[in-house]
């Protein structure tokens, strides 16, 4: 998985041309890809590899002005998952955002492919808290899961519920309504990221300081600018990018007082999971990564060329021997190697399957899901694949452009599939 070349934060399949953490400037990959034979698409049809094409994920242009922006942009529907767990905003994905080409609008699912909410809306994000924002124009408003607009569309923008609160812009002012639609802070500080452990990252910029600090529920800053690039709250400790005691710009994590919990001595710093996080120390020798505790004590020694985050308990890493590549496999929280690493890339861990790239040696992209055996349980055919939500779906795209979008259930049945108009 690629990551930012300044901050090293990770980024998604479909990559953006703007790093999400630091706002830096994205390289995209133009690398070509090899396409496999392809049949007519049908709406719902058995996992079959041959019929869809190979890709090995080429970044699709999706462009930001500024990173202190993006945390008010909905969710790309190609991106749907990966962002809703990096947000720690899975929700209750028991209707999933969907294109009718015959319409050109967006409505809903459900995890049969039945078209629940029926399409008319130009732009919609997930459910979250029981609500999605959707829009029929320039302006926005949030529906239940009967479909009834319960938030008029007035927001000029607006992003998924979190901790009961949503961030949305008004007239160029930043704030957070409540689920009746009601100001809660307003308005807020620049950037504001949806709350996690009743806290808010917010950007200030003034003559005496400028970086990131934390707003909470009251829109008081309670953690003064302390990164130039921050992470959400998770277990209580949040990853900060900022210039260390040798004036060097590392990661560490602050507490929600904003007490250094873990000093800023990482190249790079993935959010805690289930009482662990992934981070990637450097020497004079090798930059490796591994998992320390909440303490800042290494839990599994830094060996690996790549970490992920823990889900369902289970890490991703990378292993490289020597200069031969041997690819992703998974540990346990002891450190033991569960599943061999033969992946050339791996993604997380839910509803007990996990997207793979096991044959991108051979010049084959295309992506498939293992189980916790690490069998190959639904064929490579995807160009890209996220992890599955919590309703049992997963979205992949079909097409090496990303114009091509569907849903495929456990079983790797495509449930729902559409184009998505060129920009």
Same mark, same amino acid.
């Given at each position: 998985?690629?990551?930012?070349?300044?901050?090293?934060?990770?980024?998604?399949?479909?990559?953006?041309?703007?790093?999400?953490?630091?706002?830096?400037?994205?390289?995209?990959?133009?690398?070509?890809?090899?396409?496999?034979?392809?049949?007519?698409?049908?709406?719902?049809?058995?996992?079959?590899?041959?019929?869809?094409?190979?890709?090995?994920?080429?970044?699709?242009?999706?462009?930001?002005?500024?990173?202190?922006?993006?945390?008010?942009?909905?969710?790309?529907?190609?991106?749907?998952?990966?962002?809703?767990? *990096?947000?720690? =905003?899975?929700?209750?994905?028991?209707?999933?955002?969907?294109?009718?080409?015959?319409?050109?609008?967006?409505?809903?699912?459900?995890?049969?492919?039945?078209?629940?909410?029926?399409?008319?809306?130009?732009?919609?994000?997930?459910? #979250?808290?029981?609500?999605?924002?959707?829009?029929?124009?320039?302006?926005?408003?949030?529906?239940?899961?009967?479909?009834?607009?319960? =938030?008029?569309?007035?927001? @000029?923008?607006? #992003?998924?519920?979190?901790?009961?609160?949503?961030?949305?812009?008004?007239?160029?002012?930043?704030?957070? =309504?409540?689920?009746?639609?009601?100001?809660?802070?307003?308005?807020?500080?620049?950037?504001?990221?949806?709350?996690?452990?009743?806290?808010?990252?917010?950007?200030?910029?003034?003559?005496?300081?400028?970086?990131?600090?934390?707003? @909470?529920?009251?829109?008081?800053?309670?953690?003064?600018?302390?990164?130039?690039?921050?992470?959400?709250?998770?277990?209580?400790?949040?990853?900060?990018?900022?210039?260390?005691?040798?004036?060097?710009?590392?990661?560490?994590?602050?507490?929600?007082?904003?007490?250094?919990?873990?000093?800023?001595?990482?190249?790079?710093? *993935?959010?805690?999971?289930?009482?662990?996080?992934?981070?990637?120390?450097?020497? @004079?020798?090798?930059?490796?990564?591994?998992?320390?505790?909440?303490?800042?004590?290494?839990?599994?020694?830094?060996?690996?060329?790549?970490?992920?985050?823990?889900?369902?308990?289970?890490?991703?890493?990378?292993?490289?021997?020597?200069?031969?590549?041997?690819?992703?496999?998974?540990?346990?929280? #002891?450190?033991?190697?569960?599943? *061999?690493?033969?992946?050339?890339?791996?993604?997380?861990?839910?509803?007990?399957?996990?997207?793979?790239?096991?044959?991108?040696?051979?010049?084959?992209?295309?992506?498939?899901?293992?189980?916790?055996?690490?069998?190959?349980?639904?064929?490579?055919?995807?160009?890209?694949?996220?992890?599955?939500?919590?309703?049992?779906?997963?979205?992949?795209?079909?097409?090496?452009?990303?114009?091509?979008?569907?849903?495929?259930?456990?079983?790797?049945?495509?449930?729902?599939?559409?184009?998505?108009?060129?920009?």
């Amino acid at each position: 998985m690629a990551r930012c070349a300044t901050c090293h934060a990770k980024l998604p399949q479909n990559g953006w041309e703007w790093c999400s953490a630091c706002g830096s400037s994205v390289v995209p990959d133009i690398r070509e890809w090899k396409l496999a034979p392809r049949s007519e698409p049908s709406k719902r049809r058995p996992r079959v590899e041959t019929i869809i094409s190979s890709a090995q994920g080429r970044r699709r242009s999706r462009r930001s002005t500024l990173a202190v922006l993006i945390s008010v942009v909905i969710v790309a529907l190609a991106g749907i998952a990966i962002g809703a767990i *990096e947000a720690g =905003i899975v929700g209750e994905a028991e209707l999933f955002p969907a294109y009718d080409s015959a319409v050109g609008r967006y409505g809903f699912i459900d995890k049969n492919g039945s078209m629940v909410i029926q399409p008319q809306f130009t732009e919609v994000g997930p459910f #979250s808290e029981g609500l999605a924002a959707v829009t029929d124009g320039d302006v926005w408003g949030f529906i239940d899961k009967q479909g009834e607009m319960v =938030i008029p569309m007035w927001l @000029d923008q607006a #992003s998924a519920f979190s901790e009961g609160l949503a961030a949305v812009n008004v007239g160029g002012e930043h704030g957070f =309504i409540d689920q009746t639609g009601e100001f809660v802070i307003w308005p807020a500080l620049p950037g504001a990221q949806p709350f996690s452990d009743d806290l808010s990252a917010v950007i200030l910029r003034s003559e005496a300081t400028s970086g990131w600090g934390y707003i @909470d529920r009251t829109g008081e800053l309670v953690i003064q600018p302390v990164s130039m690039s921050v992470s959400p709250f998770s277990e209580g400790l949040a990853a900060v990018w900022m210039r260390n005691e040798n004036g060097a710009m590392r990661w560490g994590y602050i507490d929600r007082t904003g007490k250094m919990a873990i000093p800023a001595r990482y190249y790079a710093a *993935e959010p805690f999971s289930e009482g662990l996080a992934a981070v990637w120390m450097g020497d @004079d020798l090798a930059h490796l990564w591994g998992y320390i505790e909440s303490s800042g004590a290494f839990v599994i020694d830094a060996q690996f060329a790549d970490a992920q985050s823990f889900s369902e308990g289970l890490g991703a890493v990378k292993v490289e021997a020597g200069s031969e590549y041997s690819g992703y496999g998974y540990v346990d929280s #002891s450190g033991t190697m569960v599943i *061999e690493p033969r992946f050339w890339d791996a993604g997380a861990f839910s509803q007990g399957l996990a997207p793979v790239q096991p044959r991108a040696r051979s010049g084959d992209f295309r992506w498939g899901y293992i189980d916790r055996r690490g069998t190959l349980v639904i064929p490579a055919q995807f160009a890209t694949a996220e992890p599955f939500l919590s309703g049992g779906l997963a979205p992949v795209t079909l097409d090496k452009d990303g114009m091509e979008h569907a849903y495929v259930d456990t079983e790797g049945n495509i449930v729902y599939q559409w184009v998505t108009p060129a920009e």
